[in-house]
Structure formats: structure tokens, C-alpha cells
DNA sequence: ACGAAAAACTAATACCATTAGTTTTAATGT
DNA sequence: ACATTAAAACTAATGGTATTAGTTTTTCGT
């Protein structure tokens, strides 16, 4: 029935523009409530404080990162599918670099919601490795594999750690050539 | 000639141990103080302040990563060296968890005695990959592979993102040997 | 034993997050 | 239209952080 103000929604995605615009470390409740033309207490009549905006930033990252992973491989199979889930994820870090480092770091009691999100990422690769012809313990490292492959060269080239005059999406799609090659012709 | 105190090393070194035992977040100049038993203000006798440690952790971390990668692989050449170095690479985030993130969050106007280390990690890197018979362009694409397959290894598991009872360290051995058996097969 | 250089200190400022308590606002029912 | 009232937003205060300025203390070397 009263008054009508902020709600939390409007503050997460203000969080997540911060984040994305001027770094994780910028995520802060008086930044925010700047933003909005509010003070900072003014926040806590609709959260509980920086860990909650924090662990609602992690859940909106793995969301919507698993959206464009599962839209991306959509009518797509074999190598097809695992490309276009690399391009997918390489283009979400990009666009959300300071969201993404939310979906990394994620709370640290584990949070049960965050973990089904997480969990439909990790199903959804495990799906696209169970067509090639490996043994259960081997799609479970190919998994990781792939993983470690999409975050590490995530993570290095937010970081700016591909200093060479290389295209970097070349190398990405070779480590990803390598990688998959190297899979059929193992073991 | 006058009084002698704390010196940077304490200071870097304690900071080290605290970033490693609980986490970059507890890297805190009244942290660091407590542990020596002074205040924090007698701390800026001898840094200019926590950027300046952090920089040092950064230093400290290229530094001692690279002495362990570069023993790793003293004698050994080919995939032998590979696995030494992953080896040598995977010990030390697991040693000091604190230390190696802050040789991936590098300072941000580039330090040039940082990236002088840091380039001795890549030229060291390159150098093992030059003995397999890739062009010069391919080479580049393989260090970045490998060095993300590192990092994201290293990264995941330190955040708890590997959840399946399935041992880490032969996910970590099989996606090295797949890409390396990759290498030899693609183009 | 003493002087000087530098260590360590106290006090103060300026952020930050958070809590308690007060005031303001506006959606709703009459 | 207007009074009710729930909740939004506020101010004030507390305690944590980094940092600067200025003072006191210590101890090395002569």
C-alpha cells in the first residue's frame, strides 16, 4: 500500500554497471547510492548489505552466462556446438568482464540457488562432451579441460596478459582446435 | 646510523602470509600492523602505502613462480618439461593461493620491472614450445593455450569450482596430454 | 655520554559499511 | 478530496579502513 521507492532489482543492475564499468573493486554501497541519488542507508530497506548485492551479482552473471551458452549451442552439435559455446562465453566476458569475475568468486558458504545455476553450465558442456567417444572419467577431465581453457583465457585477457600482436581470437579458436583434435586422437 | 626498525621484506613478507593463509581481501595495512605489533601509521617509514605492497606481492610472485617453473625444467626438454613445469606451475598456486593472484592482477599503470619477470615466465614458456614443429604464429597460439589451461586450471580449483569426485590431478595431466597430443596432429 | 637520524607514536582527516531512530512521502481506503 | 499508515529515505552515530602531519622515542655511531 505506501510509498513506492528503489527496489532491488534497480540496485543489482547498478551494481553489475559499476562492475562492469569500473572494476569489481568499485562495487561499493556508497557508489551505488551516488549512482541512484540516494544515501548509502537508504540501501538497506531493500537489501541486507554488500555480501547480499554481491552474492545477487554472482547469481545474475551465472544466469545470464548460462543463457548465452545454452542460445549459442541451440540446432548445433559435435565440434559446431563447442565453438559456438566458446564464442558464446568469450563474448560475455567481454561485454561483462565485471560481472563474470562474480560468477567466478562466488559466495563463500555455497549458496543453493547459485549452485543450480552453476550446475546447469556444468551439464549443459557435459552434454556436448558425452558425443565424443571417451570413457566416463575422461568427459568428466575433458570438462574441466574445456573449462580451465575458456576461464584461463578469459581471465588472462581481462588481465591483459597477451601482451604479443597476435589476434587473440585466433588463438582461442586454435587452443579450442588443438584441444578437441587432441581429444579424438587420445587414449 | 640511527635506529633500526621493520624493513619492506618483513612488511612484503608478512603481507605474503597473510594474503596466502586468508585470502587478498585480509591484505589490509591495519592486518599487517597487528601482526608486526605496531601501529599502521609506522608502516609509511618504509612503504609509501598498500598500493606499493601490493606491488611487491606482485614482484615477490613473478618472481618466485618463475624460479620454481624455470627448476622445473632444468634438464628436461619435450612433453617431460611440459608436465614439469604444469607440475612445478600447480604446486605453487597451491602453496601460496594469495601470492599467485596478485601475479595475475598485475598494477595497472605496467610495471616495468614486473613485466621484465613476467616476460622471463613467457620467454621460458616459449622456449619449450619451439622444439614441436609449429610456425611462428602457431607457436604464440600454443603458449597462450597452454598458459590459460594453467591459469584456468589453477583459478577453478582454488574458487572450488571443481565439484565432482574425480581427482584433480589427473584431469590436470589428461587435458595437457590431449593438448599436447592436439598440437602434434592439427594443421 | 651524546647527538642525530629515523623509527614509532598520537592525533586528525576522510573514506567506507552498518545500525538506530526520525522524518517524509505517497498509495490506498474512506 | 483527504486522512491513514506502511515503508522509503533521511540524519546521526559507531567502528573499521588508509593516509598525513607533527611529536616523541630510540639507538647507532662517534
Redesign the pocket.
Known sequence: ???????IVQIVQTAADIADNQGTEA????????EL??????????V????Q?KRELSLLGVKKLFKRMNDATKEKSGDEAIFAIANAYLQFTREHPGLYEYTIALPKPKDEEIERESNKILTLILTLFHTYSLSEENVIHAVRGFRSILHGFSSLEQKGGFGMPIERNDSLHYMIRVFLTGLNKTE
Chains 1, 2 share one sequence.
Open positions: 500500500m505506501p510509498r513506492v521507492g528503489l527496489n562495487v561499493t554501497l556508497s557508489g551505488i547510492a551516488r541519488s540516494v544515501r548509502p542507508p537508504s540501501l538497506f530497506n531493500h541486507k548489505g554488500l555480501p548485492i
